[in-house]
């Protein structure tokens, strides 16, 4: 693998580079209309279509046990899709407040909830504010390894992360429910920084989703096949753990390929517009592929364009990003893309190596030193 | 007009509502309801289009079947109607232009206005079938049951449509006491329900109408020239007897005030204000907060999220850069400024980023 090592932009290049992303927000922005609206209902629609038909194969199967495996097999893998495009389309996209332009109550950013085990609100702080504001900066991006993992030379090394192999195996199982608890921040409470108290008060939104989820589809759908609960509820757990590898592999996808990197805090102090959009650029990765691919990933598989425009409608990610790649290259910042097999095993790899004790090989480059007293405010 | 502060309202759920909502959420139960019956909703109040009449040259009367979740309204008042133009949902307020009726219908007459999105989107395209959110009814301009004083009706343009629904609830009720109704547009062919309000005079000797043209000459025993003045009122033969209501726009409803305020024995108007229009960028603005319940003053064109923090308000905020949508908080009304892209909004936002907008006009925020 070859490293292009970024330009160092100026600081009049840097403002240059951040206006001209700017201007390709506006020009997007002032096209949003009726096509969009339609196409995130026609996804909504695929959702609901996809998972009521997965259900019902469920349980034709459970009834007419000549069919069983097929209709098994067909049913959890549609409840499987109907979820991953709920989940990652819709509920991610949504919650973004990508379609909030729209004005339809029910794909409101700040209140939509998603068929998954965390809370909507919990994933508003932790993903919105915490991970696209402070995007790979170490202490203030939870994602950087979510706490469980090891993925940068940056991170202090512990015995414990020579387990990881295993653990980000069972981490990506259980993703949804990993996820679910990422804001309790158990660790602090273990450590006795966070009280009973808060913690009962931090769970109780956190428990009441899990258990609706649980209840949902572990009880409820089961319940209704009567005495063959048993293929109905082994194909939701199959789906929403088809779901959880899927999401887990384009997450990671996005920000632990080889080329990304990490920041310090003292590398973001004062960082200007231009700065920001740098530093997604080097913190964020793509997946080259196909519209299915763009479809099933939520367009993820545009996270560079993502992280630029966290609120912009992702279906319009790809068109955008032509110029974005191509702003990139007259600026000489390297734009991180490849095929699927290639960027998750490169996620693999910092898995497998960064369990063991490493040394980050370069200095993390900051692209510039932030201009003095000129910040967001 | 005074239209609520959430400008389309939910009702609790019912008990049964209450004991499934562990199952199914009232986005899938009203994604599949729909499928059924285009208004069947878990909670949501719509209404369904189900008559088209063409009012006048320039208007449309649509007639619209309510949901069992809207609550009803009496005559007079007005609704509010989400319409979706290009992918946006937009809110505007109607009055309902017909009586209460028995088969639970109501009416709204839309007058298309140049360059209003909304009145032109229904104006051409609306159809049988179409479903609206709907909003519950307000407005206190409204006539007590069986009224014993006469009545004077004042209504310019569209201002005829809760005086329209008035006239027909009084018609049902016999006209129970005199009733007046002076009527201004600027071409006979701008009148809505002309034909109705001649028939009605014909029909009830103690309902009297008198059109105005202001840029026509009269033509029939019924017509008159000119704008508002003291001639039209000296038609009442005794405006002190008379609860005079007025409708139409703001410089009407005022020159009615003026002329028959004071002598009247009741007197209520409602105007149709046009959109607040941007004058500068400097100055102050008031901005009143619904929850909190409080009205601070900030400076024009400043982030609002810094404007409210500067008085001691802390609504959450996260990147300050308008991307993270923490701050996210509707907006009932006011006219907003973006301050990265300068894109003016004055339609009301479930959703505004008060980090990246600044106030132009006065505003209502839900913090």
């Known amino acids: 693998m070859t490293k292009i090592a970024n330009r160092v932009l100026s600081h009049t290049e840097l403002e240059q580079f951040g206006a001209e992303i700017d201007a390709l927000r506006a020009r997007t922005t002032a096209t949003l209309g009726q096509a969009d609206a339609d196409y995130i209902r026609r996804v909504v629609k695929a959702v609901r279509y996809m998972g009521m038909a997965g259900r019902g194969l469920l349980f034709v199967g459970a009834f007419f046990h000549a069919v069983l495996i097929p209709c098994w097999i067909a049913g959890t893998l549609l409840l499987g899709l109907s979820k991953i495009l709920e989940n990652m389309e819709v509920g991610h996209n949504v919650i973004h407040g990508q379609y909030d332009w729209m004005g339809d109550p029910k794909l409101n950013g700040k209140t939509y909830e998603w068929d998954i085990a965390g809370t909507g609100d919990n994933w508003r702080r932790s993903h919105n504010y915490s991970h696209h504001t402070w995007t790979n900066v170490r202490g203030m991006d939870d994602d950087v390894g979510y706490g469980l993992l090891r993925l940068f030379p940056e991170q202090r090394w512990k015995p414990f992360y020579l387990a990881q192999p295993i653990i980000a195996i069972v981490f990506a199982i259980l993703f949804e429910w990993g996820v679910a608890i990422q804001e309790l921040r158990l660790g602090r409470w273990f450590a006795g920084k966070t009280s009973h108290a808060q913690m009962r008060k931090l769970f109780r939104p956190v428990g009441r989703k899990m258990a609706h989820q649980i209840l949902k589809d572990y009880v409820f759908f089961p319940l209704l096949a009567g005495p063959f609960f048993l293929p109905v509820l082994l194909g939701n757990v199959v789906a929403n753990v088809l779901r959880n590898l899927w999401t887990y592999m384009i997450i990671f996808c996005g920000h632990f390929t080889a080329d990304v990197e990490t920041f310090s805090k003292e590398s973001v102090k004062g960082e200007s517009r231009g700065h920001w959009y740098v530093r997604q650029l080097g913190g964020s990765a793509n997946i080259s592929g196909g519209k299915l691919l763009n479809l099933l990933s939520g367009n993820l598989s545009h996270q560079i364009e993502h992280h630029f425009f966290p609120d912009l409608p992702a279906n319009r990610y790809a068109a955008m990003s032509v110029e974005v790649r191509d702003i990139c290259e007259r600026y000489g910042q390297r734009y991180n893309t490849g095929s699927l097999p290639k960027q998750f095993g490169q996620v693999i790899w910092r898995i497998l190596r960064h369990a063991w004790p490493s040394r980050s090989r370069h200095s993390i480059r900051v692209s510039t030193v932030p201009a003095s007293g000129e910040s967001f405010g | ?367």
């Not at chain 2, 009702?11 to 562990?22: K, V």
């Not at chain 2, 009442?236 to 002598?263: I, M, N, S, W, Y």
């Not at chain 2, 308000?313 to 308008?322: E, N, T």
Request: net charge positive; glycine share 8%; aromatic share 6%.
């Open chain 2, 1 to 367: 007009m005074n239209s609520p502060t959430s400008a389309l309202e939910l009702r609790a759920p019912a008990r049964w509502q209450r004991f499934i909502a562990p199952l199914i959420t009232p986005e899938i139960f009203d994604f599949w309801a729909a499928r059924v019956h285009p208004t069947l909703s878990w909670q949501r109040p719509l209404a369904r289009v189900v008559e088209r009449t063409q009012a006048s040259v320039d208007a449309v009367t649509l007639r619209l079947k309510p949901n069992r979740h809207w609550a009803g309204f009496r005559a007079g008042q007005h609704v509010n109607l989400a319409v979706e133009v290009g992918g946006t949902r937009l809110t505007r307020s109607y009055s309902l232009s017909d009586a209460p009726r028995a088969d639970g219908s109501i009416a709204i007459t839309v007058k298309a206005i140049e360059g209003g999105r909304v009145s032109q989107q229904l104006f051409r395209a609306a159809k049988v079938g179409d479903v609206f959110d709907i909003g519950p009814a307000f407005g206190e301009m409204t006539i007590a049951a069986s009224p014993q004083s006469p009545i004077a009706l004042l209504a310019a343009g569209s201002g005829i449509t809760p005086l329209m629904a008035m006239i027909r609830a009084l018609a049902a009720d016999g006209m129970p006491a005199p009733v007046t109704l002076m009527y201004w547009a600027r071409t006979r062919e701008e009148f809505c329900f002309a034909d109705e309000l001649r028939e009605l005079a014909k029909k009830f000797p103690a309902f009297r109408v008198v059109f105005f043209l202001t840029r026509a000459e009269a033509a029939s025993a019924d017509e008159r020239q000119g704008r508002i003045g003291n001639e039209a009122i000296a038609l009442l033969a005794d405006v002190e007897k008379h609860q005079v209501f007025a409708c139409g726009p703001g410089g009407f409803t005022e020159a009615a005030r003026t002329l028959v305020a004071a002598t009247a024995q009741s007197f209520m108007a409602e105007a149709f204000t046009p959109p607040p229009q941007i004058v500068d960028e400097t100055g102050e603005v008031e901005i009143t907060l619904t929850r909190s319940q409080r009205t601070l003053t900030v400076p024009r064109g400043q982030s609002i999220l810094s404007a409210l923090e500067a008085q001691g308000v802390r609504p959450a905020h996260g990147c300050r850069m308008g991307i993270c949508n923490t701050c996210a908080c509707a907006k009932p009304s006011g006219t907003t400024k973006n301050l990265h892209s300068g894109n003016v909004n004055a339609e009301p936002a479930l959703a505004l980023r008060i980090c990246i907008n600044g106030a132009t006009s006065n505003l209502t925020l839900d913090l």
